[in-house]
């Protein structure tokens, strides 16, 4: 039985890990920070517990067959999950789009 797409994660464990991390920063520091400031905070949480990452890692975008630019990605986590942090007043479906 699908329990609100409970069995559809792919990575539970890692997932979880990293939720943990992600509410663990926010109960610490709270709201209001610039995104770099969460972003410092994830690295060093990750870090702590032992989570391997990459962070700022670069990726080329490629439009009709030709790249047109390059953007980043705050984080790749154990090269399984891709983490973008994003702050804001409200989260909408655009966020995931």
């Known amino acids: 039985m699908?329990?609100?797409?409970?069995?559809?994660i792919i990575y539970k464990d890692l997932s979880y890990?990293?939720?943990?991390?992600l509410y663990g920063v926010y109960?610490?520091?709270g709201y209001g920070f610039q995104e770099?400031?969460?972003e410092n905070a994830i690295a060093k949480s990750l870090f702590e517990n032992g989570v391997n990452y990459k962070r700022q890692a670069p990726y080329r975008v490629v439009f009709h067959g030709k790249?047109?630019?390059r953007n980043y990605i705050d984080f790749i986590v154990d090269?399984?999950?891709?983490?973008?942090i994003k702050r804001g007043d409200y989260f909408s479906r655009k966020n995931i789009e």
Do not use: M, P
Request: hydrophobic residues 40%; without cysteine; proline residues 0%.
């Open 2 to 8: 699908d329990q609100g797409g409970v069995d559809k």
């Open 17 to 21: 890990k990293i939720v943990g991390v």
């Open 27 to 29: 109960n610490e520091l």
């Open 36 to 38: 770099k400031i969460y």
């Open 67 to 69: 790249i047109i630019g």
């Open 79 to 84: 090269d399984k999950i891709v983490l973008e």
